[in-house]
């Protein structure tokens, strides 16, 4: 939902020079009072703006780190992903909103940001910690035209897409771990869970939708809860540098959009294997597979078109292992 302050933000943004006030009010239809208001809320929440008589305002500089519809809106160069999109403070999971927006019938790239989840959840009825002020966790409702069995690669296109707005915004190199984190220096950063409803017929898909937590700006490791202090980081305790989350989840909505799009064309992940495949952990290398029919060990030799991990066992057989309910672990530890 764009809202006067997201499009008055956008053409601050966007102009170098002044913008009068008259020319704010006659492209948005809203009262001086109004923009005047809109100004005061935004420097409010931390942006330098200039006022200056017979010439209007001028954006100087935007806070250093800031999560709002505004922001984001303002910032992002999207056809479709991200351009319905709600902010949060807070809220018990941004899947479960992003859900119920699809039965309302909110479109395709529909987006949900919040600061912080009370019921932040990972795969198999696990949680994900969200607290606020310092991470982001967006969810992205899709509603594709193909058949159901294609929805487990999503994850791996959101997955390249993240590490790749990770170094685009951040001098970090990240990692995949198939099929659903992303590491940097072999710790934790992202986490991902996507969700599908299907007609009763289970033939068609009614709509999918991909969450993603991001530790951006927790400061220590001390602030991780024990059971996880061992495996998670964040991009900034492993960069050094606090990171603007609005940014952050521009880049990550502007790359998934081309990924998504490419992936489209051939319904697989031809057009991104090779993306995909240099930043991928464990390529080569011993893993463990931690299939709930049973645990094994083998050689990763990296994915398919399909996004299935390719592991080779002990006894020379290749198992082409299915996203849905597997772990993998390094052989001496977590990656
Ligand atoms: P794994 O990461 O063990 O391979 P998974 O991919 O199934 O498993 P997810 O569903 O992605 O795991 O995430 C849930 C798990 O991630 C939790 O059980 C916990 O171990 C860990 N976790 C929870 N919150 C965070 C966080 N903020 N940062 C890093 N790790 C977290």
């Known amino acids: 939902m764009k809202t006067d302050k997201s499009d008055i933000l956008t053409l601050l943004r966007n102009s170098a020079d002044y913008v009068s006030g008259q020319q704010l009010c006659d492209q948005f239809g809203v009262s001086r009072t109004a923009v005047w208001k809109v100004i005061n809320q935004l420097k409010e929440e931390g942006y ?117 707005a990770i170094e685009e915004v951040t001098e970090l190199k990240a990692e995949i771990k198939w099929p659903n984190d992303i590491v940097v220096n072999k710790k934790k950063v992202v986490g991902m869970l996507t969700e599908m409803s299907t007609t009763p017929e289970m033939d068609e898909i009614q709509y999918v939708v991909v969450g993603v937590g991001v530790n951006v700006n927790i400061g220590s490791i001390e602030e991780f809860p024990d059971e996880i202090r061992e495996t998670a980081t964040s991009l900034r305790i492993e960069s050094g540098k606090q990171i603007n989350r609005a940014v952050l989840v521009e880049h990550i909505l502007e790359r998934f959009e081309q990924n998504y799009e490419k992936f489209e064309q051939t319904l697989d992940l031809s057009g991104l294997l090779d993306a995909y495949q240099s930043h991928l952990v464990n390529v080569d290398a011993q893993v463990r597979v931690l299939d709930p029919a049973g645990e094994y060990t083998g050689i990763s030799h990296g994915i398919n078109t399909t996004g299935e991990l390719i592991v080779e066992k002990e006894d020379g057989s290749i198992v082409n292992v299915y996203a849905g309910e597997v772990s993998v672990r390094g052989l001496y530890g977590y990656v």
């Open 48 to 164: 330098q703006i200039e006022s200056v008589s017979r010439k209007g305002y001028r954006l100087l500089e935007s806070p250093a780190d800031i999560l709002s519809q505004s922001e984001i809106a303002s910032r992002l160069q999207t056809k479709w992903a991200g351009k319905k999109l709600y902010y949060v403070d807070s809220t018990g999971s941004t899947n479960t909103d992003a859900k119920r927006f699809a039965e309302e019938g909110d479109p395709h790239g529909t987006t949900v940001v919040a600061d912080m989840q009370t019921a932040g959840k990972g795969r198999r009825g696990r949680k994900w910690q969200s607290p606020s002020g310092i991470n982001t966790y967006f969810t992205i409702l899709l509603k594709p035209d193909f058949a159901p069995d294609k929805a487990s690669m999503l994850t791996l296109v959101m997955a390249l897409s993240v590490v790749e």
